[in-house]
């Protein structure tokens, strides 16, 4: 079975300074990750995933994670966060090829502070 | 579009009584999903359909009842609701599988 861990519940920036949210994944098969993002009062939206191909994958916003099979993590930075980017940040794995569930971590709320 | 939809936004329920709440997509998705959040948990998936007249459990069924006898609807039933039951509810699809899904804006729901 899959599972998810994001290692930072919560995580405090200030507007402009780079920020990295934490993901490690446990399985032993194959996966595939995604990162989605929920603005306060909203459904979850879809961030950025990694099928296949680039281990470095980017979002139209500015972030980027970086699939590293190793160290079973998938990472999620941003050189320069705005207020705007206030969120919580949900991390999600899914087993590759042919499985019906997504299995999504605790999230990391970010608060971006002027 | 209007993407996905969710009926209604907030209820309260006392305990033991019973409610639908209705999810519907414009998008002519074959997956649809259940998913309950709560602090500190994340999203854990309550049922999922796979097609239209389909319906699997998931990490957390016990207590919920689900059908989807349209292609479009997915509805979720409490028979007799529990204080447990106090969450944020929402409803997801998507097209051939797990890898992208589409929220709705979710049901607060309260059980006194």
């Known amino acids: 079975a899959q599972s998810v861990t994001q290692l930072d519940s919560q995580v405090p920036v200030f507007e402009e300074a780079p920020v990295e949210l934490r993901c490690n994944y446990s399985s032993s098969v194959s996966v595939y990750l995604f990162w989605y993002v929920q603005y306060p009062n909203q459904g979850l939206q879809l961030l950025l995933k990694y099928l296949s191909g680039s281990t470095l994958v980017e979002s139209i916003n500015g972030f980027e994670a970086e699939f590293n099979k190793s160290q079973t993590s998938f990472h999620l930075r941003k050189p320069s966060v705005h207020i705007s980017d206030t969120a919580e940040y949900f991390c999600?794995?899914?087993?590759?090829?042919?499985?019906?569930?997504?299995?999504f971590g605790a999230g990391t709320r970010l608060a971006v502070h002027p | 579009n209007a993407g996905v939809t969710q009926t209604p936004k907030f209820r309260v329920l006392k305990t033991g009584q019973s409610m639908t709440l209705l999810c519907a997509q414009d998008m002519n998705h074959e997956y649809m999903y259940w998913y309950r959040q709560d602090p500190g948990m994340g999203l854990r998936l309550i049922h999922y359909s796979v097609g239209e007249g389909t319906t699997a459990k998931g990490e957390v069924p016990d207590g919920y009842n689900v059908s989807r006898l349209k292609k479009q609807n997915f509805l979720l039933g409490l028979e007799s609701a529990a204080p447990s039951q106090t969450s944020v509810y929402f409803c997801a699809s998507s097209y051939d599988g797990p890898y992208e899904q589409y929220f709705g804006p979710g049901t607060r729901l309260t059980v006194t």
């Open positions: 999600a794995v899914t087993r590759s090829g042919g499985y019906n569930k997504l299995i």
